[in-house]
């Protein structure tokens, strides 16, 4: 039975076992070899006598990152820094590495980013890497329990479409048989198609594609979207559950990882909402006191952003942004016209979330397209849902990367993607 690293300190000194892993260093002595060996969970070292194992030859000339079983007696009473190893009775090469590796597991020399992602079979098996995507994935298995215990349904939209979401420059087009179609911007029309089906809450985690052509630390062109889209509610009901799963998730990923996050040099701050509520012109006046010269409808620069994320240092929703910056589904504010009820979630100085109530209305709708300069034909099966009972609603779409991105505080959006792809990057 294999034991997997982190499990060895429960068991007893003496205990035969077997773990599997990569060969991560080699001290040699003589007829002594001192292997470090990592499994996901952890490394451990295993102690190698000549006179304890068949093939010690060729485990005397293994390479860095081969693959081995090893079956042996712990010892906790080692010597080794760790006070813990494994006194080897035989190993199995399941694999060998070749040398030299692109680049090292454990070096302390920096490669270059670039040389990171060329190789990133091997970058990610570095712990601090690796950690990176359990915390992800803890965080998402939060994130569904939290919608499922208040009734979402999970759906799974089409992501080849015929029509633009978020605007209609950034899109993918696709070949489709005879027809041109697009990757999709995000599952926007068809999860508030689903609210006319009376799904009444849903939620969708999947692929979101923007041809944006900024190369920034923030943007992908392909990244991971979790969506929620809710029937007979407001701005202010969507916000709520959204500060609510988010504090749910990443308290519960933390107290499950807290300790392996901390160990690789990461920490999580307890999420508490209710997070601050600051409207977008509040936020305008605010810079403008500080300096910074800004019209009411201009859009929040990176700088401005590092600035006010020295008064709010945490998450905060910056709320009723002007109608020329939000799409066209989006729903004008009750009293005052020009601004929306809509809202972008920040994690200090960069926007983890947004969302709004929509239009529900059909008429609204059309002259929402009109007034946008779209054509609304284009969207006829998606308005269509809006002549025949369509209910309130309100939803919000959150970038999984640039979650992770924030929480940790990794410098870019790349290092919380496994196969990240940019303007410049479609491999691996
Ligand atoms: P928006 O376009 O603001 O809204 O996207 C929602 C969230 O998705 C993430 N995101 C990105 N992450 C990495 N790289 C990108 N290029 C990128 N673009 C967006 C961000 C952002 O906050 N339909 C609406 C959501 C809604 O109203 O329900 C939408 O897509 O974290």
Redesign the pocket.
């Known amino acids: 039975m294999r034991t997997y690293i982190n499990n060895i300190n429960n068991l007893e000194d003496g205990s035969i076992i077997e773990i599997d892993g990569w060969v991560q260093e080699i001290r040699k002595i003589k007829k002594l070899l001192f292997l470090i060996v990592r499994d996901n969970t952890g490394s451990v070292q295993v102690t190698v006598k000549d006179n304890m194992v068949k093939n010690y030859d060729s485990i005397y000339n293994i390479s860095r990152e081969s693959v081995i079983k090893v079956s042996g007696k712990l010892n906790k009473k080692s010597i080794s820094k760790s006070g813990v190893e494994i006194l080897a009775n035989e190993i199995i090469i399941l694999n060998t590495a070749e040398t030299p590796l692109p680049m090292g597991v454990i070096d302390l020399v920096d490669v270059d980013f670039d040389t990171r992602l060329n190789n990133r079979f091997i970058d990610l098996r570095k712990p601090e890497n690796l950690i990176i995507f359990k915390f992800e994935s803890e965080l998402l298995f939060g994130i569904r329990e939290y919608m499922n215990k208040n009734n979402f349904i999970e759906v799974h939209t089409p992501k080849i479409v015929a029509a633009a ?2 605007g209609g420059a950034d899109l993918f087009p696709v070949q489709y048989f005879e027809k041109r179609a697009y990757l999709n ?2 599952p ?1 029309l068809y999860k508030e198609i689903l609210m006319s089906s009376g799904f009444d809450r849903v939620f969708e985690v999947g692929p ?1 594609f ?1 041809a ?1 052509k900024e190369n920034t630390v ?4 392909e ?1 991971t ?1 979790i ?1 929620i889209e809710m029937s007979f509610s407001d701005d202010e009901t969507v916000m709520r559950m959204l500060e609510n799963a988010i504090a749910y998730s990443v308290n519960r990923a933390d107290s499950i990882l807290g300790k392996e996050l901390k160990g690789l040099g990461y920490s999580i701050e307890e999420v508490r909402p209710p997070f601050p509520r600051i409207e977008y012109s509040e936020l305008i006046n605010y810079l403008n006191d500080n300096g910074f010269k800004l019209n009411f409808g201009d859009d929040f620069s990176p700088e401005a952003m590092k600035f006010v994320s020295k008064k709010y240092n945490g998450f905060y929703f910056i709320t009723k942004w002007p109608k020329d910056l939000r799409p066209f589904y989006t729903m004008p504010d009750d009293t005052n016209r020009n601004v929306t009820r809509s809202f ?1 979630l920040q994690l200090r100085d960069i ?6 109530q929509r239009i529900h209305d059909y008429n609204m709708l059309e002259n929402s397209f009109n007034e946008k300069g779209l054509n609304k034909n284009n969207f006829e099966f998606y308005i269509k849902a809006f002549k025949y009972g369509m209910p309130p609603h309100a ?5 999984l ?2 979650l992770v991105m924030n929480l940790l505080n990794l410098s870019n ?1 790349r290092e919380s993607t496994l196969f990240p792809r940019d303007r410049s990057r479609l491999s691996p």
């Open positions: 979401t978020e911007q995000s926007q979101a923007r944006e923030r943007h992908l062109n990244f979207s969506d972008d926007e983890v979330c947004s969302g709004a939803g919000w779409g959150l970038g990367e640039r959006v």
